[in-house]
């Protein structure tokens, strides 16, 4: 039997497991087998406070991850496939086999890319479809990349891209860019950046690897291919919450509702990170609410009959 389960290894579900360690909670932190949560897939983090000269993504994450170990934080990697939270203690199946018992849960499970749903994205994953500049943008020194999207993912990873490529084209659906102003200053100063501006993509052409991207201007209605080796999504992400379906308030996009601090309806379960904020959406407020929810949990084990 647990006292804190955490579920989730990005910055909120890391800093929970920080302080729910050094209050001697003994936490349990599983980590999905793709760990490190949205951060290990970024390149330069500027704005995380304490590195005035920024950190790398994953150099932040695996830091993060050290700190919640040397204070006792027990770590399983593993996917939870399902969870029981109407029953107490709380279940946990992990990877369809084990099940863990736990009083209180933390869900720190975040959000993840957004797809097109093309069933050629779908096909050519991998070879050529990425959501991550940082993880593929290496294997495409000297060719030409599609970046979807008009947000500040765009903006970053289109500009990261540039490091390699020798022209990124930035496909957005308006003729205005959602990305905050620093973001879009930097992408429209960059000469290997071109805006395709009012255009969805129809398809992803190729293959065996991606060769090009049909697009269709939406003023005009003209349709046309565009060569690229590269197809880069940046159109937003979902909140991991399809495991708590039926057992959890969650607003109409799926995020889940908490209320006084990281409380979610279920008392014993606290929610951090992208998975509860549609909104701020940061390193820093992640690992904020990842504090919160873990001083919420102890409150929670201190008051409670089911501590
Ligand atoms: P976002 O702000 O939600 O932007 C998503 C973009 O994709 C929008 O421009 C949207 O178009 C477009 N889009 C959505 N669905 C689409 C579809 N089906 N087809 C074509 N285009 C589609 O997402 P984000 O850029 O990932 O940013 C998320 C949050 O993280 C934001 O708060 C952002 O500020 C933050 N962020 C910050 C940094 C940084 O500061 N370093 C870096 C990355 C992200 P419309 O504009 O027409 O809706």
Known sequence: MHTVVIIGSGPAGLTAAIYAARANLSPLLIEGWQAGGQLTTTTEVENYPGFAKGIMGPELMKEMRAQAERFGTAFKTG??????????????????????????LIIA????????????E????GHGVSSCATCDGFFFRGKELVVVGGGDSAMEEATFLTKFANKVSIVHR??????????????????????????VVEDVLGQDVVSGARIRNVVTGTVWDLPCAGFFLAIGHRPNTALFAGQLKMNQAGYLIT????????????AAGDVQDSHYRQAITAAGTGCMAAIDAERFLETSSHG
Do not use: C, Y
């Open 79 to 104: 996917d939870v496939t399902s969870v029981d939270l109407k029953t107490r203690p709380f279940q946990i199946v992990v990877d369809g086999e084990e099940t863990l018992k736990t009083k209180t």
């Open 109 to 120: 499970t975040g959000a993840s890319p957004i797809t097109l749903g093309l069933s050629n």
């Open 122 to 125: 779908k096909r050519l994953w």
């Open 174 to 199: 308006r003729d205005k860019l959602r990305a905050s102003k620093i973001m879009q200053d930097r992408a429209m100063q960059n000469e290997k950046i071109t805006f395709v501006w009012n255009s």
């Open 259 to 270: 209320t006084h601090g990281t409380t979610t309806d279920v008392p014993g379960v606290f």
